[in-house]
């Protein structure tokens, strides 16, 4: 009784697994092309902050006549703001007429 005999189903299994895979490659590419663009972002951000806490170190020296003594100055003279959870900025003042010594690293925070 070949009538009730199948053939799709025999030769359906191979082409089955070709689409699978498929889809977990084109998954696997798009999850690469997310966390690039994630990883990009958080770059920019960061030289952005870099940007934002050197100018504002200049704009204090030049306003003020001196650097400004600590991080907590900035923000609370120069409305400097961050995300502390994503970002740390390690803040060492050399003198109040010498430009401090400014680190940003990033946290495992998110943005």
Known sequence: MNR???KRSRTGLPGFLISVLIFCAVLFLAARGITSVSDTARAKERESLEQAVRRNIIHCYATEGFYP???????EHYGLTYDES???IDYQPIGSNLMPD??????GGSS
Not at 69 to 75: G, W
Not at 102 to 107: A, D, G, N, S
């Open 69 to 75: 003594p600590d991080l907590l100055y900035l923000k």
């Open 102 to 107: 400014v680190t940003i690293l990033e946290t």
């Open 4 to 6: 009730f005999d199948d």
């Open 86 to 88: 994503a970002f740390w």
